[in-house]
């Protein structure tokens, strides 16, 4: 065990719009709706805006048009911040504001309206939409020089920052976890990441037309990484970066004489576009254990019993039945404990199995004396569903404000 886990809150920093990234973990404001029978609902800025949002307007009516015109400009006016121009936006211009639901209506008029309603209309929602254009830029600009001010560190002042930085929560989780299997006797079992695809692809029973050996999946280097399909490659002659530290086991298979228990953290590789939730360069952490007369049973309890050691003794798992090609049976593992973030539940953790026979023949094992189960995680999804963290990129940004909270005060004080 680790002998100083993580607090588990850190800190978040503040941002501003979506879609700039100047904040480290994102927030999402949500309005809250005052209950009418215990607070009085606030006056509108004006009684015009109260009497045009949300109520159709007669696109024949040029007097009514305007005032929901004039209406919308004043609301876009008075917002004071993004989020308030956003709340603004849907509702005098969105699909159902006074203008669009206007618009909308010129279709049932008469051919002899519809020209003029039309253009009136027409230009009306073209100055709210210029307004709005125009209030974004400025609000835009305002809070870009707000970051700026807090932001702005003066360079002809002594330096007042510690000098020294925050683990990676990564590095952090992964050392945890290898305490955890450390303490039941296994070893820590490392290799290449640039590996061979026998002992990615084909040693783990993936078939040669699996979709995971597709290009736009994995990272080819070489000869076979040339457009060929799966099919028409020479099998097991490529590299290829591993796509999981699966290649681990197998090696470990390899070198050693069982009983093997050893643990697999590491890097793996896939074409994944980065997002909040992927990025093509992950962690993952392994187990697999080879003795005489294992079952699902020892692989539950080993789990259970690593689930409590890393969130605590109220934690438990469950399996639901899966397919993965070097398991058999196989199964997602999920996991509940008290204090995920958001409550406590069931999540989805990773997936586990009885190794396959044919992996354990390809191992040099003789199955037929010895069985075997592994188990795999995801270094960056359980900081998500165990520290909040909302988005993977932040994990890699590298800010200091942000790794910061992972670290141990314990270590820092020292």
């Known amino acids: ?92 211009v969105g699909d159902k504001s006074p203008l669009a639901l206007a618009n909308r209506a010129i279709g049932a008029l008469d051919k002899s309206q519809k020209a003029t309603a039309g253009k009136l209309v027409g230009a009306a929602r073209g100055r709210v939409t210029k307004a709005l254009a125009a ?72 078939p040669p037309d699996h979709p995971a050996r597709a290009e736009a999946d994995t990272f080819y280097i070489g000869d076979v990484g040339d457009g060929r399909k799966p099919e028409d490659r020479p099998g097991g002659t490529g590299m290829v970066l591993r796509t999981h530290t699966s290649p681990v086991q197998l090696r470990s298979m390899l070198t050693r004489t069982p009983p093997i228990y050893v643990l697999c953290p590491g890097r793996a590789f896939r074409t994944d576009e980065m997002d909040s939730t992927h990025t093509p360069v992950f962690h993952q952490f392994e187990g697999l254990a080879i003795d005489r007369h294992l079952s699902m049973a020892h692989l539950r309890g080993t789990l259970d019993h690593f689930a409590r050691a890393m969130f605590g003794a109220e934690a438990r798992t469950r399996f639901r039945p899966h397919f993965f090609p070097f398991t058999e049976p196989s199964a997602e593992v999920d996991v509940w404990f008290p204090g995920k973030k958001g409550g406590p539940g069931w999540v989805e953790w990773g997936g586990c199995g009885m190794v396959d026979p044919n992996v354990l023949i390809a191992g040099g094992i003789d199955p037929t004396e010895w069985s075997g189960f592994a188990f795999g995680m995801g270094i960056e999804r359980t900081l998500m569903f165990s520290r909040g963290v909302g988005d993977m990129r932040d994990l890699v940004d590298g800010d200091v404000r942000f790794t910061v909270g992972f ?8």
């Open 1 to 92: 065990m680790c002998p100083a886990a993580p607090s588990p809150d850190f800190p978040r920093v503040r941002g501003g719009e979506p879609g700039r990234r100047c904040c480290l973990v994102r927030h999402v404001r949500v309005p809250v709706r005052p209950d009418p029978e215990r607070t009085p609902l606030p006056a509108p800025n004006s009684a015009t805006e109260a009497d045009v949002a949300g109520t159709p307007v007669d696109p024949t009516d040029e007097q009514a048009v305007t005032a929901a015109t004039d209406a919308a400009l004043a609301a876009l006016a008075a917002a004071t911040d993004l989020d308030e121009l956003k709340t603004t936006q849907q509702r005098f």
């Open 135 to 206: 209030r974004r830029a400025e609000l835009e600009q305002q809070h870009e020089q707000q970051v700026l001010a807090a932001e702005t560190v003066d360079v002809t002042l002594p330096g007042d920052r510690h000098p020294r930085g925050a683990r990676s929560p990564i590095t952090a989780l992964t050392d945890r976890v290898c305490d955890v299997f450390v303490a039941m006797g296994w070893e820590i079992a490392e290799g290449p990441e640039l590996e061979a695809e026998w002992l990615n692809f084909d040693g783990l029973n993936f």
């Open 407 to 414: 670290d141990d005060p314990a270590r820092r004080a020292g």
